[in-house]
């Protein structure tokens, strides 16, 4: 039975200034990275995750943030979606024109799922995308692209806990040659192995990715608790400036949207913590105390016994 995700803790990030010399930073890197670690989506679904850039996805002009719980009818259409390199990646290096990628979004279901041993969906599948701008952030370009899958909204079943819908950026080397049932346009919504289809393919590196949920009814299975994200601990955190930095809708779980789009808090779930941990303290502390007591009382019945003795 699949596991719920709770919302993860949010992170806070400041906002990336659109302008010509604008890149992502260390900390926007480490952020998304530790999103996907504490999502369950690394090393579960992807073996790892070091990201060349921040993935910004967009449903109907609204950015989203990394596990964003969305409603179906919100995500219904394909999104757009811009890339912006990280610190490390010059713009002559992973993302310029003339460079070929793969752009896939895939279901790895509830948390708790095997993904070893149950198929992720495949919702979307586009090969010989390219990317167009003269400055970051950089779009997509689906011209010349041959698109595999069209994109197909999400449609969980009801009742199987939160999916998450990962949509991810390949690196399409000279070398790419994609397997024979998915090769050619129009293959219909399908199931696969992710990991499998990157191997067959041989695609490269995993460039960018985001991820978002989406629910049907009410879950039927026990939640499975996960690790916040504490943006403090993060070490690109005291190099991080206003300028600089990824878009606090793209990284930052705190960026809201429309009340019809979105739901979720991680208020209760920090407040459930915080209580949990509080009523742990306490039955501590008096289990202390009680033990000290009785080694009090324990030492006068001892010191009443001698003297007796005595006289």
């Given at each position: 039975?699949f596991?719920?995700l709770?919302?993860?803790?949010?992170?806070a990030?400041?906002?990336?200034a659109?302008?010509?010399?604008?890149?992502a930073?260390?900390?926007?890197?480490?952020?998304?990275?530790?999103?996907?670690?504490?999502?369950q989506?690394?090393p579960?679904?992807?073996?790892?995750?070091d990201?060349?850039?921040i993935?910004?996805v967009s449903?109907?002009?609204?950015?989203?943030?990394?596990?964003?719980?969305?409603?179906q009818?919100?995500?219904?259409?394909?999104?757009e979606?811009?890339?912006?390199?990280?610190?490390?990646?010059?713009d002559?290096d992973?993302?310029?024109?003339?460079?070929?990628?793969t752009?896939?979004?895939?279901?790895?279901n509830?948390?708790?799922t095997?993904?070893?041993?149950?198929?992720?969906t495949?919702?979307w599948l586009?090969?010989g995308v390219?990317v167009?701008?003269?400055?970051a952030?950089y779009a997509?370009n689906?011209?010349g692209?041959?698109t595999?899958t069209?994109y197909?909204?999400?449609?969980?079943?009801?009742?199987?806990g939160?999916?998450r819908?990962?949509?991810a950026?390949?690196?399409?080397g000279?070398?790419?040659?994609?397997?024979s049932?998915l090769?050619t346009?129009?293959?219909?919504?399908?199931?696969?192995?992710?990991p499998?289809?990157?191997?067959?393919?041989?695609?490269g590196?995993?460039?960018a990715?985001?991820?978002?949920?989406?629910?049907?009814?009410?879950a039927?299975?026990?939640?499975?608790?996960?690790?916040?994200?504490?943006?403090?601990t993060l070490?690109?955190?005291a190099?991080?400036?206003?300028?600089?930095?990824?878009?606090a809708?793209?990284i930052?779980?705190?960026?809201?949207?429309?009340?019809?789009?979105?739901?979720?808090?991680?208020?209760a779930?920090?407040?459930?913590?915080?209580a949990s941990?509080?009523?742990?303290?306490?039955q501590s502390?008096?289990?202390?105390n009680?033990?000290?007591?009785?080694?009090?009382?324990?030492?006068?019945g001892?010191?009443?016994?001698?003297?007796?003795?005595?006289?």
């Amino acid at each position: 039975m699949f596991a719920l995700l709770p919302t993860l803790a949010l992170l806070a990030l400041p906002a990336l200034a659109q302008n010509s010399s604008t890149t992502a930073t260390e900390k926007d890197i480490e952020a998304i990275e530790a999103h996907f670690t504490q999502a369950q989506l690394v090393p579960e679904l992807f073996e790892e995750f070091d990201p060349e850039g921040i993935l910004t996805v967009s449903f109907g002009g609204q950015d989203i943030s990394p596990g964003d719980k969305l409603d179906q009818t919100a995500v219904a259409s394909s999104p757009e979606i811009t890339v912006t390199p990280g610190p490390d990646s010059g713009d002559s290096d992973d993302f310029r024109a003339g460079r070929l990628y793969t752009v896939l979004m895939a279901d790895a279901n509830a948390v708790g799922t095997d993904q070893k041993t149950t198929e992720q969906t495949r919702h979307w599948l586009v090969n010989g995308v390219s990317v167009s701008g003269d400055s970051a952030p950089y779009a997509l370009n689906y011209t010349g692209a041959t698109t595999i899958t069209d994109y197909a909204g999400p449609g969980p079943f009801e009742g199987t806990g939160s999916h998450r819908y990962v949509i991810a950026l390949y690196e399409q080397g000279s070398d790419f040659a994609a397997p024979s049932n998915l090769s050619t346009a129009g293959v219909p919504l399908g199931t696969w192995f992710l990991p499998n289809y990157v191997s067959e393919a041989k695609l490269g590196d995993l460039l960018a990715a985001n991820y978002f949920q989406v629910e049907n009814g009410q879950a039927t299975s026990t939640a499975e608790s996960t690790t916040a994200v504490d943006s403090a601990t993060l070490s690109g955190a005291a190099s991080t400036t206003g300028s600089g930095s990824a878009s606090a809708a793209q990284i930052s779980g705190g960026a809201s949207a429309s009340g019809a789009s979105r739901s979720g808090s991680a208020g209760a779930s920090a407040t459930s913590a915080a209580a949990s941990a509080a009523a742990t303290s306490a039955q501590s502390g008096a289990g202390k105390n009680g033990v000290a007591m009785g080694m009090v009382m324990g030492a006068v019945g001892v010191v009443g016994a001698v003297i007796g003795a005595a006289l």
